[in-house]
């Protein structure tokens, strides 16, 4: 899976006629600041429509974007995207508690989906997902942008071939301070609190990073400021417990400016600071391996992981994260709030 540090794009289809045609779903700070932009660059799809609830969305999108009016849907109006064949994909980029219906929808309408993490809210949610997009036969591919990211490959390589022994521990913590009052990450039916959210990262690190799906956990939820975090965790600790004999302390926050792992092996340790961080990964090994992207003129991580999702589409191949990738973590997530209501170790069946 490891990447060249030279790697960036992915090659093109040779006899590719066309770019596939993508609708950002949810207009927010991801879609805004992060995808289009990113998509502006893509060389295996392109921004072509876009759902949004607000108007006033739609017609600076529009605008800015040259999208054509037919292009331009709203949620009531969203089913109608299957008689339009200038979208071949929806991304999904919504509060967590939608992620399913829309998916869902989406794959009924004929299209491929993309979806941010967290998948869904629960487990059954996450297999209806996968369950329409095998039914419609379209694919499915979990926003896990760092799978696509060349150091993190690297780093997943280490763990497959031992390069430093057997994993013994890892640490990694993801958090910033949001000051929001009223954000959907504050609103629990919404799929608000920092383990849904943050709390993927290091979730999902120590699991590509051992390459084992975990088998117990103890977790511990906490706030400062219960004024604003009421009814979600502000902070998340956890500790996951290996069937190889390793284990990984976790943390996640919406309360502390944190983004770092560290691996310790048998043979040695390999750290990455910042780990997750949209403006690059970076880290070095015990024996003086300095771990960093190649030098780019692209500044966005999501450019290779869109071109790569669309080259699967194109090309008919299996997608790097598929849905059972994040259905692996929402079964860990809801182990570790399970886990927290009753004050004990939980283990994961």
Request: hydrophobic share 35%.
């Amino acid at each position: 899976m490891a990447l060249s540090n030279n790697a960036f794009f992915p090659l093109q289809l040779s006899n590719q006629k066309r770019k596939l045609g993508v609708a950002l779903m949810g207009l927010g700070y991801y879609s805004t600041d992060l995808l289009a932009p990113a998509l502006q660059l893509t060389k295996n799809c392109e921004l072509r429509g876009i759902i949004t609830g607000s108007p006033d969305k739609a017609k600076k999108w529009q605008a800015q974007y040259n999208i054509a009016d037919k292009n331009i849907y709203d949620y009531k109006s969203f089913p109608g995207i299957a008689n339009n064949p200038d979208i071949d994909i929806v991304y999904v980029v919504l509060p967590p508690a939608l992620h399913a219906e829309y998916s869902i929808k989406a794959a009924n309408a004929g299209k491929h989906v993309w979806c941010e993490k967290p998948m869904a809210m629960t487990v059954e949610e996450c297999q209806a997902m996968i369950d329409a997009c095998h039914k419609n036969k379209v694919k499915l591919s979990i926003g896990y942008r760092l799978h696509h990211e060349p150091v993190t490959q690297k780093i997943i390589a280490f763990g497959k071939e031992k390069k430093y022994g057997s994993i013994i521990n890892i640490e990694t913590y993801a958090g910033y301070v949001d000051n929001r009052t009223n954000h959907w990450k504050q609103i629990k039916k919404l799929g608000g609190g920092c383990m849904y959210d943050m709390g993927v990262y290091p979730l999902n690190a120590a699991r590509y990073i051992t390459n084992e799906e975990p088998v117990a956990v103890t977790a511990h939820q906490s706030t400062t400021r219960p004024e604003i975090y009421k009814e979600v965790d502000e902070t998340m600790h956890f500790i996951l417990e290996f069937p190889g004999g390793a284990k990984a302390e976790c943390e996640a926050s919406f309360g502390k400016n944190m983004n770092n792992m560290k691996t310790t092996c048998a043979k040695g340790w390999y750290a990455l600071e910042p780990f997750s961080a949209y403006s690059g990964v970076s880290g070095k090994t015990s024996d003086g391996i300095i771990l960093e992207p190649a030098i780019t003129d692209v500044p966005y991580e999501q450019v290779k992981q869109m071109d790569e999702d669309a080259l699967a589409i194109l090309n008919n191949t299996p997608v790097i994260v598929p849905g059972e990738e994040g259905l692996k973590d929402i079964k860990v997530v809801r182990a570790i709030y399970q886990s927290v209501k009753e004050n004990k170790r939980v283990t994961i069946g």
